[in-house]
C-alpha cells in the first residue's frame, strides 16, 4: 500500500507502457512539448472532461471527470466517463445521492486515434476499473475504450492477465520514480509521432539535420 505522498498520476502508466523514458522526462524531470497529436488529444478530452455534465441515455448515467485513486496501485486521477447502468441488485454495485437504486460503474477512456497494437490503452483503462473497485469495494469486469479517429467503441474484459500487467507496470512507474534516473534512450520507428523527440534524442535529431544540411548544400556545390 503506498502513501498519499507516494502517489504518482494515473494518466502516466500510458506514457510509461509506450516509452518508460517518455514517461520519466514528463513526471521526473518535468518536461513537455506540444505537437499535432497531443493538441488533438487535449482538443478532445476538452469536449469530454466536464464533470458538471450528466448524460442520461435510458436507463444509462454518464457521469464525468471523477477523482479516484488506488493506495494498491499508488495512483489517482481523473476518469473521462464512468457509465452506471443500473442493477437490481447491490451485489457489485453503487447508490448515488442524486438516482434511486444500485448502479453498476463501467468506465469509459476516450482515445484520439485509434486501437493500438500493444496494450497501453487497456492497462490505463484497468487502472481506473481497479481504482473504482478498491474505492467502493465492488468487482468491474469490464469497461470501454472509445477511439475518435474511427468513432469506434471497444469493450474490454479486464482480465486477470490485464490486472497483473497493470500492477506490474505500476510498480515499475514506483521503481523509476524512486531512482530519480532518466531510463535509456530506445529509438523505435514511433519516436518520430512523440512530441519529446527533440528533448529526447537531441544528439541523433542535430545529426540527421546536419547530414541533410551538408547532403543539400555539398550537392548544390558540386552541380
Given at each position: 500500500?503506498?502513501?498519499?505522498?507516494?502517489?504518482?498520476?494515473?494518466?502516466?502508466?500510458?506514457?510509461?507502457?509506450?516509452?518508460?523514458?517518455?514517461?520519466a522526462l514528463i513526471h521526473i524531470e518535468q518536461q513537455w512539448a506540444e505537437?499535432?497529436?497531443?493538441?488533438?488529444?487535449?482538443?478532445?478530452?476538452?469536449?469530454?472532461?466536464?464533470?458538471?455534465?450528466?448524460?442520461?441515455?435510458?436507463?444509462?448515467?454518464?457521469?464525468?471527470?471523477?477523482?479516484?485513486?488506488?493506495?494498491?496501485?499508488?495512483?489517482?486521477?481523473?476518469?473521462?466517463?464512468?457509465?452506471?447502468?443500473?442493477?437490481?441488485?447491490?451485489?457489485?454495485?453503487?447508490?448515488?445521492?442524486?438516482?434511486?437504486?444500485?448502479?453498476?460503474?463501467?468506465?469509459?477512456?476516450?482515445?484520439?486515434?485509434?486501437?493500438?497494437?500493444?496494450?497501453?490503452?487497456?492497462?490505463?483503462?484497468?487502472?481506473?476499473?481497479?481504482?473504482?473497485?478498491?474505492?467502493?469495494?465492488?468487482?468491474?469486469?469490464?469497461?470501454?475504450?472509445?477511439?475518435?479517429?474511427?468513432?469506434?467503441?471497444?469493450?474490454?474484459?479486464?482480465?486477470?492477465?490485464?490486472?497483473?500487467?497493470?500492477?506490474?507496470?505500476?510498480?515499475?512507474?514506483?521503481?523509476?520514480?524512486?531512482?530519480?534516473?532518466?531510463?535509456?534512450?530506445?529509438?523505435?520507428?514511433?519516436?518520430?509521432?512523440?512530441?519529446?523527440?527533440n528533448i529526447c534524442m537531441p544528439e541523433t535529431n542535430d545529426c540527421a539535420?546536419?547530414?541533410?544540411?551538408?547532403?543539400?548544400?555539398?550537392?548544390?556545390?558540386?552541380?
Open positions: 500500500m503506498y502513501t498519499e505522498d507516494e502517489m504518482l498520476m494515473l494518466s502516466g502508466i500510458q506514457h510509461f507502457m509506450f516509452c518508460p523514458r517518455q514517461w505537437n499535432k497529436l497531443t493538441t488533438e488529444g487535449q482538443l478532445l478530452h476538452k469536449n469530454v472532461d466536464n464533470p458538471f455534465y450528466r448524460q442520461k441515455n435510458g436507463d444509462v448515467i454518464t457521469l464525468r471527470s471523477l477523482h479516484i485513486a488506488s493506495k494498491q496501485l499508488g495512483l489517482y486521477g481523473i476518469t473521462d466517463a464512468v457509465e452506471l447502468k443500473p442493477s437490481d441488485t447491490s451485489e457489485d454495485a453503487i447508490t448515488h445521492n442524486r438516482y434511486k437504486g444500485y448502479w453498476k460503474p463501467y468506465p469509459v477512456e476516450y482515445k484520439r486515434g485509434r486501437h493500438k497494437p500493444d496494450e497501453r490503452d487497456e492497462v490505463q483503462l484497468a487502472a481506473q476499473a481497479m481504482c473504482l473497485e478498491e474505492m467502493y469495494g465492488i468487482n468491474i469486469p469490464y469497461g470501454a475504450l472509445y477511439y475518435e479517429e474511427v468513432k469506434r467503441r471497444e469493450t474490454i474484459f479486464i482480465s486477470e492477465s490485464l490486472r497483473a500487467l497493470t500492477v506490474q507496470c505500476a510498480k515499475q512507474m514506483h521503481d523509476v520514480f524512486k531512482t530519480g534516473v532518466l531510463p535509456k534512450a530506445n529509438k523505435q520507428h514511433h519516436c518520430k509521432n512523440c512530441s519529446l523527440v539535420q546536419v547530414s541533410t544540411y551538408l547532403k543539400k548544400n555539398l550537392y548544390e556545390v558540386i552541380t
